[in-house]
T-cell receptor, first 115, second 111 residues
Framework: EAGVAQSPRYKIIEKRQSVAFWCNPI?????LYWYQQILGQGPKLLIQ????????DSQLPKDRFSAERLKGVDSTLKIQPAKLEDSAVYLC?????????????FGNGTRLTVT | LAKTTQPISMDSYEGQEVNITCSHN???????ITWYQQFPSQGPRFIIQ???TKVTNEVASLFIPADRKSSTLSLPRVSLSDTAVYYC????????????FGKGTMLLVSP
């Protein structure tokens, strides 16, 4: 099966600019996640979707981050305006169900550098 | 939310068996233990999951003692390609919003 697709692979922007990341999950996976991984740390959950509805966005900095999952398939994560501390890898993952015994399948991420 | 503690790093040589232990002293009755592997420039990959006793698949084994306060991921006969970060996660069977990735264990396999 095709894996989770993410684009772009790399992005460099200046602070206060905006940026968007795109994710295409594995076909049939109802649950989609966005994680932020800062260098040297484990991934941190930003938002979780079940189909096209938000299940958990408690750790999403909503003053600057937004995400949507139209039609319950593809998803976009946006940052506006970006700050230096947003430099990280943004990982998208999907799973068949929102259950712990339904493994997460991650994409290779988008590496964001904010200068 | 059960907190996990695992070594920051481990070193091994090709062909050896590697055991990575994770402590989770306040694990709850409904919590499962899951391990992920992450290579540089890639997202984490599911390795194995268990609730109690022993679980084995084609990649690894997971040993969980009766009190479930710790677990050990066992990688048989490691190769250079097993060099990666290994994460231990503990969470309840109701959704991933309760799972938290720690810093993981960086395993370095040398020739």
């Amino acid at each position: 099966e095709a894996g989770v697709a993410q684009s772009p692979r790399y992005k460099i922007i200046e602070k206060r600019q905006s940026v968007a990341f795109w994710c295409n999950p594995i076909s049939g996976h109802a649950t989609l996640y966005w994680y932020q991984q800062i260098l040297g740390q484990g991934p941190k959950l930003l938002i979780q979707f079940q189909n096209n509805g938000v299940v958990d966005d408690s750790q999403l900095p909503k003053d600057r981050f937004s995400a949507e999952r139209l039609k319950g398939v593809d998803s976009t994560l946006k940052i506006q305006p970006a700050k230096l501390e947003d430099s990280a890898v943004y990982l998208c993952a999907s799973s068949l169900e929102a259950q712990i015994n339904s493994p997460l399948h991650f994409g290779n991420g988008t590496r964001l550098t904010v200068t | 939310l059960a907190k996990t503690t695992q070594p920051i790093s481990m070193d091994s040589y090709e062909g050896q068996e590697v055991n990575i232990t994770c402590s989770h002293n306040n694990i709850a009755t409904n919590d499962y233990i899951t391990w992920y592997q992450q290579f540089p420039s890639q997202g984490p990959r599911f390795i194995i999951q268990g609730y109690k006793t022993k679980v084995t698949n084609e990649v690894a084994s997971l040993f969980i003692p009766a009190d479930r306060k710790s677990s050990t991921l066992s990688l048989p006969r490691v190769s250079l390609s097993d060099t990666a970060v290994y994460y231990c996660l503990v969470g309840e069977l109701k959704g991933y919003s309760t799972l938290t990735f720690g810093k993981g264990t960086m395993l370095l396999v040398s020739p």
